[in-house]
């Protein structure tokens, strides 16, 4: 995802303009999120990352375009945060495998025996 300015984070009213919701509704989903976790600066001011951007927008997304229920939005949103591990691992493991078989496949040489 490209984010103006690709900051480290980004205050409520540029993550407000980026997902085209209200603050308010941000500061909500908030409250029903807990993987939204915006950092503290000393003045009391909320930071977001862009993994929370990314985040909002799935919530955005699942809320306004497929229609869930906060309920649902939540479980969609945690099955996918578990699906991506999930599928890195397998990535991971299948490139493993890959390099035992090339390792195995390889023949040893006979030649001088």
Not at 37 to 56: A, M, V, W
Request: hydrophobic letters at 30%; proline letters at 4%; aromatic letters at 10%.
């Amino acid at each position: 995802m490209d984010l103006p300015g690709e900051k480290l984070y980004y205050k409520i009213g540029e993550v407000s303009r980026i997902v085209q919701v209200e603050p308010y509704v941000i500061r909500y989903w908030e409250t029903e999120f807990s993987s939204i976790r915006p950092i503290r600066t000393k003045g009391s001011h909320k930071l977001y990352s862009k993994n929370d951007i990314e985040k909002l927008l799935k919530i955005k997304d699942f809320l306004y375009n497929k229609k869930f229920t906060v309920k649902g939005a939540k479980k969609a949103l945690f099955t996918s945060q578990v699906g991506n591990k999930n599928t890195e691992l397998l990535n991971k493991t299948l490139e493993e495998l890959r390099a035992v078989k090339t390792i195995l496949s390889k023949k040893p040489d006979n030649s001088n025996g």
